[in-house]
């Protein structure tokens, strides 16, 4: 692990290098090569930030203070604002995880999440999602999320390293997803 990162909840003083960290690694702005490394698809504008740091479900990790890496966590109904959410949940009767019964309260969205590439491998993401979870947990008991099937890289990340489970797949827009789970009561060991 990188030595001297702070994890914090994020602030309305964070938005600005938030929005610079997504303009890096949003999918329409990378070549089909760039993409391979792994790719953001959700952008965020300044209201929105704003809502999601105000219902505190933005987690930022910082390198002297510059933002290298944030995961966005909230309720599903900030996320319905886009369509990809709003179908995500019409799937939730079909789909099963452990014990649960999956519902828009017992569950939020997790993600996107970004990691500056030149801190990717570094083993930033298992404290930056334990750091998350704990802030969470008492809310939702269960996190769902879906990464489109070509960014291998995010799920390898979410599978191998956070033990994520995929629980299903879905077809939007043109583009093919998985659909994963996680236990909000299990840390990341």
Same mark, same amino acid.
């Given at each position: ?111 996107? *999440?970004?990691?500056? =590439? @030149?801190?990717?491998? &570094?083993?930033?993401? !298992?404290?930056?999602?334990? #750091? ?19 960014? *291998?890289?995010?799920? =390898? @990340?979410?599978?191998? &390293?956070?033990?994520? !489970?995929?629980?299903?797949? #879905? ?19």
């Amino acid at each position: 692990m990188i030595e001297n990162i702070e994890l914090e909840v994020a602030k309305l003083s964070d938005i600005d290098g938030i929005l610079a960290l997504q303009e890096l690694y949003l999918v329409s702005n990378l070549s089909e090569e760039e993409k391979v490394a792994g790719f953001v698809t959700t952008p965020f504008s300044i209201p929105q930030l704003t809502e999601v740091i105000g219902q505190q479900g933005l987690f930022l990790a910082k390198d002297n203070n510059k933002i290298i890496a944030y995961i966005v966590a909230a309720g599903w109904d900030f996320f319905n604002q886009w369509p990809i959410f709003k179908h995500m949940t019409t799937l939730f009767p079909n789909l099963t995880f452990l014990n649960f019964d999956i519902t828009t309260t017992n569950s939020f969205q997790y993600g996107p *999440i970004c990691i500056d =590439k @030149a801190y990717r491998g &570094k083993g930033l993401i !298992t404290p930056l999602f334990e #750091f998350m979870r704990i802030h969470l947990v008492k809310r939702y008991p269960l996190a769902l999320t879906f990464i489109n099937k070509t960014n *291998i890289p995010s799920t =390898k @990340a979410h599978t191998e &390293k956070l033990k994520w !489970t995929i629980i299903a797949d #879905f077809h939007f827009n043109n583009n093919n997803y998985f659909i994963l789970a996680y236990d909000m009561n299990q840390p990341v060991s």
